[in-house]
Each structure stands twice: as structure tokens, then as C-alpha cells.
């Protein structure tokens, strides 16, 4: 995110340790909910500025968040996202470039530390490391599955917490799937020289960095 919106987040979270541990849970469940919203980050950090004073104002006057903002939090958030301007689909756009290139940098991480040690330890050494098709198509649905997550958890942050039989279900289900295509599917795509998926890596990275600094 740009510098702008990063002051106002790192201010908003330091404003926000000042309150009481039972509307700092509120608060909590309230900025997830702006989180999963089409908004851009920075009016995000606008209205969880704007909630931070009416809480903290509240809090001097002896009122709970309830007595504040109602009981019903998610239509009193509705209702403010309903008048706040959504992300044009170039916005969106680096958001997701954002989000995708980080994933991609992690996993390409952890599959360059694994494809080393299994050089080491199995051998014959080398640094041309096998891309196998289960590796890459769980690569693209771990990241699907995260996102989905993610945005399952911002988009039901008012609702109980506690998972329900079908989502531990749906989750073991998912882990289940990776593992058994990383398993089953051992095809070598090609090869990649340790090098080189070093340098792909910091790419990534750094696609990441400026896309998250273009994200307002």
C-alpha cells in the first residue's frame, strides 16, 4: 500500500490499543468485515478512523459499541459501504496482481528449499530442479483455496465462529486434494536451475512490493 494509507493503518491500530478489550473484539471483527468489501484499502482506513473516534468518544462518555454504532454491526457497516466508492477494475487488478505474485513467491520459496534438500539427501546433486504437474496444480489451488478463505472470513466475521462439521469437512478435503495431486501427478514439466528460480522469486517479490504500493 502506499505511504499515505500505511501511516493511517499503523495510526488507526495504535488508536485502536487504546480501547477497551471488549470493543477492541468489535473493532476486530469490524475492520475483517471492511477487509472482504470492494474498497480500497485507504477508505477502508477512513472508516475505521471514523469508527475509532465514535468508539473512543463513546468510551469517554461510559457507552458500550452497542449504544454507539447499534447492535446489528454488519448493517451498520453495509450501510457505510454502500455510499463509499469501489475499486475501478484497474485497481482491482493490482490488488489481485498483488496478492497472486506474494502467494507465488512463497510457495515458489518453499518448493526451491524442498527441491534442494531433496537433491542433497536423495541425490544425484543438482541444481536442476524437476517442476512436476501435481506441484504446479497445487500450487494454483492452494492459493484459490486461500483466497477463498480469506475472503470467507472477512465476509462472515459477525457470524459464530465456531466451524461447522461441513466447512472442517470442506478443509481437510482441500488439504487432501494438494497432498494426492502432488502424490499422484509426478510428470516433469521441465526443469528449472536453482538460479534462475531464485531470480523468479525476487521478481515476484518485487512485482508484489510495487503493486502493494500502487493499492490505495
Known amino acids: 500500500m502506499n505511504k499515505t494509507t500505511k501511516q493511517l493503518l499503523e495510526e488507526n491500530n495504535r488508536r485502536g490499543e487504546q480501547l477497551t478489550p471488549e470493543n477492541q473484539k468489535i473493532l476486530v471483527d469490524i475492520v475483517a468485515y471492511l477487509r472482504g468489501s470492494s474498497a480500497s484499502t485507504y477508505q477502508q482506513e477512513l472508516v475505521h478512523r471514523d469508527i475509532l473516534?465514535?468508539?473512543q468518544e463513546g468510551e469517554a462518555r461510559g457507552q458500550t459499541a452497542a449504544q454507539v454504532i447499534g447492535e446489528d454491526y454488519q448493517t451498520f457497516c453495509?450501510?457505510?459501504?454502500?455510499?463509499l466508492p469501489r475499486r475501478s477494475a484497474g485497481q482491482q487488478t493490482v490488488y489481485g496482481l498483488s496478492v497472486v505474485s506474494l502467494s507465488a513467491a512463497v510457495l515458489a520459496a518453499i518448493w526451491l528449499v524442498f527441491?534442494?534438500?531433496?537433491a542433497v539427501f536423495q541425490g544425484p546433486f543438482t541444481l536442476w530442479l524437476p517442476v512436476r504437474l501435481g506441484q504446479l496444480?497445487?500450487?494454483v489451488l492452494i492459493i484459490a483455496f486461500a483466497y477463498g478463505l480469506v475472503e470467507y472470513i472477512c465476509r462472515t466475521s459477525f457470524e459464530d465462529r465456531n466451524p461447522t462439521r461441513l466447512q472442517i469437512?470442506?478443509?481437510f478435503v482441500g488439504i487432501a486434494t494438494v497432498f494426492l495431486l502432488s502424490y499422484l501427478l509426478k510428470q516433469v514439466l521441465f526443469s528449472?536451475?536453482?538460479g534462475i528460480a531464485v531470480v523468479l522469486i525476487a521478481v515476484l517479490f518485487l512485482i508484489y512490493n510495487i503493486t502493494d504500493r500502487m493499492e490505495s
Open 53 to 55: 473516534d465514535m468508539l
Open 78 to 83: 453495509d450501510e457505510i459501504l454502500a455510499e
Open 115 to 118: 527441491g534442494l534438500l531433496e
Open 137 to 139: 496444480l497445487g500450487g
Open 169 to 171: 469437512i470442506a478443509v
Open 192 to 194: 528449472l536451475h536453482a
